[in-house]
């Protein structure tokens, strides 16, 4: 789920936009599909990371423009993405 105050997971896991300090994708083929990640890095190193196969994975997607300032055309990138293409950094905390 995606709110005003940040990021949260079906199983209660919660990080909030202050906490955040950069946002990517990648795709990963898994043999039988193509999985795509949406992964964001937490302060203290850790991480959160959505799959295009978790139920909260589009609204995300859909409503993460309303939160944060994104590249022109980044839901083109990711979805034109294929696993040779690598890690695509989408945004990063700006310091100070």
Known sequence: MISANGISTNSGINIT????????????????????????????????????????FQSIIDALDDYLSLP???KKTIKEATPDDGIIELWTKKKG
């Open 72 to 74: 022109n055309g980044w």
């Open 17 to 56: 936009w202050d906490e955040i300090v950069s946002i990517s994708a990648h795709k990963i083929d898994a043999m039988t599909k193509v999985l795509t990640y949406l992964v964001f890095d937490h302060e203290c190193g850790e991480y959160l990371e959505f799959t295009n196969e978790d139920s909260e």
